[in-house]
T-cell receptor, first 113, second 115 residues
Framework: GNSVTQMEGPVTLSEEAFLTINCTYTATGYPSLFWYVQYPGEGLQLLLK???ADDKGSNKGFEATYRKETTSFHLEKGSVQVSDSAVYFCALSGMDSNYQLIWGAGTKLIIKP | DTAVSQTPKYLVTQMGNDKSIKCEQN?????MYWYKQDSKKFLKIMFSYNNKELIINETVPNRFSPKSPDKAHLNLHINSLELGDSAVYFC??????????????FGPGTRLTVL
């Protein structure tokens, strides 16, 4: 069945550091891939998505590239800010799960000034 | 304009009580969901409704009963509350239940504390 594996957190970085949060998946075919972000005290919101291999999703300086060969969708940002502190969730939607969202465990990101 | 709203935001209650959480979406979506998020931020889907019909019912105690009076509302009723029910509950909605256009929009969450 479908599954999503994210790197464990918390990830702690200094402001302006480079960020990578790893996400790998297991699925048949070509699922759609998502990153959601949850800021403290709020619900989740879609950060970016990619629906086919080699697509790059981007938003608010964050990027992730759909890599079919490595079944990965790593989240990156060149220079993080304190306001990026949040929990980040990787998710997929594919035919194995009848296109229901399958969620990763979430990675807490802490940015220190 | 709030897209997905939940009430109440905080709910503190005694063990054994019955409580309800309400959810409304004004996005015109066909599908609504309830999630439970534990203290480690792990997100677990509980229920999903599509056009008022139940389509997902994960392994959840039958003390939890969702009710969808119309497409825009999905309420969660919990009987005989237990300590382990303490969590944040999120409502969400999406245009479709399946297919590629199923981006989910989340409410702000309801923090339930059972004493």
């Amino acid at each position: 069945g479908n599954s999503v594996t994210q790197m464990e957190g918390p990830v702690t970085l200094s402001e302006e550091a480079f960020l990578t949060i790893n996400c790998t998946y297991t699925a048949t075919g070509y699922p759609s891939l998502f990153w959601y972000v949850q800021y403290p005290g709020e619900g989740l919101q879609l950060l970016l998505k990619a629906t086919k291999a080699d697509d790059k999703g981007s938003n608010k300086g964050f990027e992730a590239t759909y890599r079919k060969e490595t079944t990965s969708f790593h989240l990156e940002k060149g220079s993080v800010q304190v306001s990026d502190s949040a929990v980040y969730f990787c998710a997929l939607s594919g035919m194995d799960s009848n296109y229901q969202l399958i969620w990763g465990a979430g990675t807490k990101l802490i940015i220190k000034p | 304009d709030t897209a997905v709203s939940q009430t109440p935001k905080y709910l503190v209650t005694q063990m054994g009580n019955d409580k309800s959480i309400k959810c409304e979406q004004n996005l015109g979506h066909d599908t609504m969901y309830w999630y439970k998020q534990d203290s480690k931020k792990f997100l677990k889907i509980m229920f999903s409704y599509n056009n008022k019909e139940l389509i997902i019912n994960e392994t959840v105690p039958n003390r939890f009963s969702p009710k969808s009076p119309d497409k825009a509302h999905l309420n969660l009723h919990i009987n005989s509350l237990e300590l382990g029910d303490s969590a944040v509950y999120f409502c969400a909605s999406s245009q479709e239940a399946s297919g590629t256009n199923n981006e989910q929009f989340f409410g702000p969450g309801t923090r339930l504390t059972v004493l």
